[in-house]
């Protein structure tokens, strides 16, 4: 019986790519998800090798449930656009935010890890970090919900933390040409990618946050006062 060419010709890719690439062979039995297709083994295994930092970062807040998250997060995109644009773009995963008690009587439950004392003040409240002394500005001012002070206070942790926002910040510091027209309008611009990251567009267009001196431009002062601070 004659050999089939075309076969052979499969096997012998298939077989280089997995022993010069490290490709791992599929099989019928792992694709069990028939709606999307989605090998859910593979892919988180994926984001652990290349993305352990913010695997970690959404373990802090799912625990055992951190797999289940993601491949949900992902499934929940895929109903909105096509994989190519969540490739481009990226997956957000909203981080937890736990509750307790009835729709009429709700307040936040926070994380202990984030309620801890710090040792060594004499036993007294330690001080609040710059971002917590604008959120309690703006909560003042504008008498916004826990819920959106929760995302603001968020949003400056986060943007306050990406390298090359504190790396161009850091090395001008004494530049305030550069701090108020370079720096502040590109920290507000990443502001505004991470509410729309987390898809809540009505902030977007509240006056009070978009306004002259609004609530999105006290937090671009306040995420490059804490990057200053942080380095100084």
């Known amino acids: 019986m004659p050999s089939n060419k075309e076969s052979l010709f499969q096997d012998h ?6 022993r010069e690439h490290g490709y791992i062979p599929l099989s019928k039995s792992d694709f069990t998800d028939k709606e999307f297709h989605i090998v859910s083994k593979h892919l988180v295994s994926f984001i652990q090798t290349t993305q352990a930092d913010k695997y970690a970062s959404i373990k802090e807040n799912y625990g055992a ?13 895929l109903s909105k656009k ?19 008690g009835s729709r009429a009587n709700i307040h936040i439950v926070k994380d202990q890890r984030k309620t801890g004392l ?3 003040n004499g036993g007294q409240t330690p001080p609040r970090t710059t971002i917590e002394e604008a959120l ?15 995302v603001i206070k968020e949003i400056c942790e986060d943007v306050s933390k990406k390298y090359d926002i504190r ?11 550069y701090l108020k027209n370079s720096a502040e309008p590109k920290v ?23 306004q002259r001196g609004g609530i999105i431009s006290l937090m671009g002062k306040t995420i490059i006062k804490t990057i200053l601070g942080a380095t100084g």
Not at 82 to 100: E, N, P
Not at 188 to 204: A, D, G
Request: aromatic share 8%.
């Open 13 to 18: 890719i298939c077989a280089f790519l997995e």
């Open 188 to 210: 507000k611009s990443e502001v505004r990618q991470e509410y729309m990251n987390r898809e809540l567009w009505e902030k977007l267009e509240d006056p009070i946050y978009i």
């Open 82 to 100: 096509q994989l190519w644009l969540i490739m481009r773009d990226g997956l957000m995963v909203k981080c937890a935010v736990k509750y307790h």
């Open 65 to 77: 449930d951190t797999n289940h998250e993601i491949i949900k997060a992902l499934k929940a995109e």
């Open 136 to 150: 309690a500005e703006i909560e003042q001012k504008y008498q916004i919900s826990k819920v959106d002070a929760i």
């Open 167 to 177: 790396q161009k910040i850091t090395e001008n510091r004494d530049n305030e040409n």
């Open 118 to 120: 710090k040792i060594g």
